[in-house]
C-alpha cells in the first residue's frame, strides 16, 4: 500500500512520482526541499541531507508535529538565510 507521494510536474503534466510505501518499513518518511530529489543537492544549500539527518535521528516512534517542526525543519542548515517561512500541516 502507498501513504503519501511527491508529485513532480509542470502546467501539463506529471513528471516524476515518488510514492512512500507502508511495505518499505526503511523508508517511513520522503524529504523535498527546494531542489528536484533525483539530482544532488547544492553544496551550497544541502537541506536535503539535514533534514533526513534530523529525520532519521528523531526516528519513527517520535514522529509529531511539534517533533518535526522543532527538530527537523528549524534545524541548523534545514532552516537557514534563504529560508522565509517554515510550517508544518497534518
Known amino acids: 500500500g502507498t501513504e503519501g507521494v511527491v ?3 509542470d502546467q501539463l503534466s506529471s513528471y516524476r512520482v515518488w510514492w512512500l510505501s507502508v511495505d ?3 523508508q517511513w518518511y520522503l524529504v523535498e526541499t ?6 544532488p543537492a ?3 544549500d544541502d537541506r536535503r541531507d539535514a533534514a533526513i539527518a534530523a529525520m ?3 526516528s519513527q516512534s517520535n ?3 511539534m ?3 522543532h527538530q527537523v525543519m528549524s534545524a541548523d542548515l ?3 538565510n534563504g529560508t522565509i517561512f517554515t510550517t508544518v500541516m497534518s
Not at 527546494?34 to 539530482?39: A, K, L, S, V
Open 7 to 9: 508529485i513532480t510536474r
Open 24 to 26: 518499505n518499513y526503511l
Open 34 to 39: 527546494n531542489y528536484d530529489w533525483w539530482t
Open 42 to 44: 547544492p553544496t551550497q
Open 56 to 58: 532519521d535521528s528523531m
Open 63 to 65: 514522529l509529531n508535529v
Open 67 to 69: 517533533n518535526v517542526y
Open 78 to 80: 534545514v532552516l537557514n
